[in-house]
């Protein structure tokens, strides 16, 4: 027999941005208990709303199962006595376990005869289960920002109003930061009395009449459909932004959609801010008309049931009063050229300890001339990239975005056309923050983007470091993980060789700031971002991510080693190239120079390795020099006939020193040829049994 489970946490106001995460922790932990406890069930499923959340457990079992437990006691010569009675403990290990002497076993284990003793354990009644589990779930749920009210005693993530749970038909009883669970509800504040729950199968419908969705993927279809309407109605396309959209349903239990419209006379703005008004001040949606353009129509979701006119005209007020305060900001800054503004950076400060903004931008121009020259761009590029590291933030500091800080980078691309420059600079100073943030997936749309882009982010890594701002576990306010992360994709997108352990080297440098452990801490922070990467990004296999950290100071040759191991794996020649490093790696990795001459050399064999090591490595540097990982790697695959042969017929560790040191040194080079792919020796193969 089965039964549906239902709990409902209703709260104050939940934050938005703790929605998700307790969604996962509540099934996460729920299916543990059911799991932990042999529960079974057909379905599972968390909801919520902003004042609720729970989870719906379908046709869950009425009871445990019962389980056979066997017990080991005392070994046997501890149990009985010389003349095979109870010894007092064997009577202590019954009584313990409420046996009888008949119940028992004499078996042999690994050392020795034991007594065993089977007992049936009766399951106990599910409902009698969840009483107890469900406080101690809701007490080991985690929050970003918990709250404690009353006296003090209760934390979580916001009050907790009430408690519906029913299994079945029957309430199960507990109680949790002083609230009694039972089987009534409330619908929307306002509009809604207390609401009996008598089953599972009437509570979705009965709060539907009392003006709450709690299903949120209903609550979606439902603002779907609503723009769907309002679309065909009106003539219009709907810019639907997914995490908008989102967020509008996290945020309304009834969402119902409301129109409105602002003054035509304020799309004369650049569509940006008008978005960014909308969007991220109102949470209202922009309309386009059917060529496309921006209209001056925008739709916002109330949550509650009619459409009132106040509500509408309160958005129109609203929109207007921002949109006016927009476009009085938008034409004083254009005013000011943008190089003029950087001498109000010089009062603004970075980071402490990390000098003002302008100090930054000194920086970030230095590093991307070095970048630049270093990927050998021309004089002209190198000229744009200088002027768009110069300008990189000097749009922090106007109206704009003093008022709309969303705008950063994106009213610097305003401005830049504006007044006039070269569009290749303008769109740099947007891209610079790509990418980052929501956006995670683009990339700058040229190089002087994401130049002066990487200059900014290793110059804010290297500092951070330097003053001891290192990332550990869930702590990294800074945002490091994601700038380096913006810094590995934006140097394998753009396809650049460059020295990245050089550039926190010189960031440095410029930062005047020293710190004894700072490469250390550095390697250690792109090691783990980088394997990361290659597996998470790239598809890579774990143990192939590994080996090639060994190349963590140019990501690029990591990236493209990483993807030409990988590759000669799916293919099946992966295994001859490890064993033809395995055999020489081996026998040399505790000797500890590569001092050879080729002299010493007495067996052919060994002559014609020599002479093979000689063409293979021009042939593997060749390959190299244009990154060509794929094909330097099969140039090694060719050699390992030569490698087996060579061990098959020639003693490396003969009693002559002279004779020995010179094949380990030898060897021991030979061995550096493959380490230009990673350290192989973590790589897997089907066979490690080297010969």
């Known amino acids: 027999m089965s039964k549906d489970l239902l709990l409902e946490i209703r709260t104050e106001d939940l934050p938005p941005s703790e929605i998700d995460s307790i969604k996962s922790q509540l099934k996460e932990k729920f299916l543990e208990h059911l799991r932990q406890q042999e529960l079974a069930y057909s379905e599972i499923h968390a909801f919520y709303t902003i004042r609720r959340f729970g989870i719906i457990i379908k046709s869950l079992v009425e009871k445990q199962p019962d389980r056979i437990v066997e017990k080991r006691g005392p070994s046997k010569n501890v149990a009985f006595d010389q003349d095979g009675k109870p010894t007092r403990a064997l009577e202590g290990f019954l009584s313990s376990n409420n046996a009888k002497l008949d119940e028992i076993e004499i078996k042999s284990v690994k050392n020795g005869e034991y007594v065993f003793l089977k007992k049936k354990i009766e399951g106990l009644p599910t409902k009698k289960l969840l009483e107890d589990s469900i406080p101690k779930i809701l007490n080991s749920l985690n929050f970003k920002k918990p709250m404690r009210w009353g006296d003090g005693k209760h934390k979580f993530v916001r009050p907790v109003k009430s408690i519906l749970c029913l299994f079945g038909s029957e309430v199960v009883e507990f109680e949790f930061l002083g609230i009694r669970s039972g089987n009534r509800t409330v619908g929307l504040r306002f509009f809604s009395d207390a609401i009996e729950i008598s089953s ?122 921002r949109l006016t305060d927009a476009e009085f900001y938008y034409h004083e800054d254009l005013k000011v050229p943008l190089e003029e503004r950087n001498e109000k950076l010089k009062g603004m400060i970075f980071q402490k300890e990390l000098g003002t903004l302008y100090d930054k931008v000194k920086r970030i121009e230095n590093l991307s001339i070095k970048i630049s020259k270093r990927l050998g761009f021309s004089d002209k590029e190198l000229a744009k990239i200088q002027e768009a590291a110069k300008l990189s933030k000097a749009d922090i500091v106007t109206n704009l975005v003093y008022e709309f800080p969303e705008l950063q980078g994106i009213a610097g691309r ?141 990501p690029l040759r990591a990236y493209f080693s990483a993807k030409a191991l990988q590759k000669h794996r799916k293919e099946g020649t992966l295994d001859d190239i490890l064993i033809a490093f395995e055999r020489p790696f081996n026998i040399t990795k505790n000797y500890g120079t590569y001092d050879y001459s ?94």
């Open 414 to 554: 305003i401005y830049a056309l504006k007044q006039g420059k070269d569009p290749e600079i303008a769109y740099a100073l947007e891209d610079q923050y790509l990418p980052g943030g929501e956006d995670n997936k683009n990339l700058p749309r040229n190089v002087i983007g994401a130049v002066i882009g990487l200059a900014d982010r290793i110059d804010t890594l290297a500092g951070n470091f330097l003053i001891g701002n290192v990332p550990s576990g869930s702590r990294d306010p800074f945002a490091l993980r994601r700038k380096l992360y913006g810094v590995i994709k934006i140097i394998v997108a753009f396809e650049w060789d460059l020295p990245l352990g050089e550039l926190f080297e010189y960031s440095k440098d410029l930062l005047k700031i020293e710190k004894h452990i700072f490469h250390e801490e550095i390697e250690k922070f792109v090691k783990v971002r980088l394997e990361n990467y290659l597996i998470e990004e790239e598809g890579i296999d774990g143990d192939i991510a590994k080996a090639v950290l060994r190349l963590w100071r140019k």
């Open 200 to 321: 599972i199968d009437e509570y979705f419908d009965k709060l539907r009449g009392g003006f709450v969705i709690c299903d949120p993927l209903e609550r979606v279809e439902t603002i779907e459909n609503q723009m769907d309407v309002f679309e065909k109605s009106q003539g219009v396309k709907v810019d639907r932004i997914e995490a908008l959209i989102d967020e509008i349903n996290k945020i309304c239990e009834y969402p119902l959609l409301v129109s409105g419209k602002f003054k035509e006379d304020f799309l004369n703005l650049p569509e940006e801010i008008i978005e960014t008004t909308l969007n991220h001040h109102q949470r209202a949606l922009t309309v386009r008309k059917k060529d496309g353009k921006i209209s001056n129509l925008f739709i916002a979701f109330q949550d509650r049931p009619g459409i009132e006119e106040n509500v509408k005209k309160g958005y129109e007020t609203v929109v207007n009063a």
């Open 598 to 691: 080729g002299t010493l050399f007495k067996e052919e064999i060994e002559k014609e390795l020599f002479q093979r090591y000689i063409e293979t490595k021009e042939e593997v540097e060749k390959h190299l020099d244009h990154l060509n990982f794929y094909d330097a790697l099969e140039v090694l695959r060719r050699m390992k006939s030569h490698i087996d042969e060579y061990f098959d017929n020639v003693f490396v560790m003969v009693n002559q020193e002279e004779i020995k040191l010179n094949r380990l040194g030898f060897l021991k080079t030979l061995t550096e040829l493959f380490l230009n792919f990673g350290d192989l020796d973590l790589i897997e193969r089907k066979e490690r049994n080297v010969q």
